[in-house]
């Protein structure tokens, strides 16, 4: 890929910089269905409750309106997700607990290069945001690591009022940064919703939302094929 004069570059959170992974702890009592869960549940569901998009399980009319509208308010993600378990087999109160898992920051899994790529990009004077739809605060999982003072902007759907892939969410990010479009490139793990970024006149770069160990360069290889080394 062409090389590109970069000022600003733009990440996804889930599925880029970092990845919801499953600890077995979390499942401890949870039954699906009245059985115990094995690895291989545990994956699908992490996989339902983090999917960029589409639609995992039958929705009601209620149920699809809040799953539309998730990452703009906090009690939406909630009452979406929820139905989600439900339908996937948990009691209400299992339900619940997973739900609680998710929404918590300290358990969002860092990709190996997440922290470096942030910190390298930030010496080089190139602005980063984190871009991404979500309807709780993911800040506390970058201080975290350390990596809080090295992103510029935290565009979070549920604070502005908008999602990916629409063009708002990403014009916010670029004048927060005060980067014209052609001088940013977006990173995400969807082409449908990070993509967006391609309509504003960002350049994109997609990444695998792969387990994080299986993962350890991703960034620095999507970045290094525009040229810039981190």
Request: with cysteine; glycine share 6%.
């Amino acid at each position: 890929m062409a090389e590109m004069t970069v000022r600003a570059a733009l990440f996804d959170f889930s599925g880029t910089l970092f990845r919801l992974e499953e600890d077995d702890s979390w499942f401890t009592g949870i039954e699906v269905h009245s059985r115990e869960i094995d690895g291989h549940v545990q994956a699908e569901l992490l996989r339902r409750l983090t999917a960029p998009t589409g639609r995992t399980v039958k929705m009601t009319p209620e149920a699809d309106h809040a799953w539309v509208n998730r990452d703009l308010a906090p009690h939406l993600h909630r009452e979406a997700y929820l139905h989600v378990l439900r339908e996937s087999g948990l009691a209400d109160h299992h339900a619940e607990q997973l739900y609680r898992r998710v929404i918590d920051p300290s358990s969002w899994t860092p990709y190996p290069d997440t922290a470096e790529v942030l910190a390298c990009l930030h010496r080089q004077g190139i602005k980063t945001a984190v871009v991404s739809n979500i309807a709780f605060d993911v800040r506390p999982a970058f201080a975290a690591v350390g990596a809080d003072s090295d992103v510029d902007e935290f565009v979070l759907s549920y604070e502005v009022g908008a999602t990916k892939p629409s063009p708002e969410i990403f014009t916010t990010a670029l004048s927060r940064l005060g980067v014209d479009a052609s001088d940013a490139v977006m990173i995400g793990d969807s082409d449908e919703a990070d993509g967006g970024a391609r309509d504003v006149g960002c350049r994109f770069l997609l990444v695998d939302p792969l387990p994080t160990e299986q993962r350890p360069t991703g960034l620095r290889d999507a970045l290094a094929d525009i040229g810039i080394k981190v």
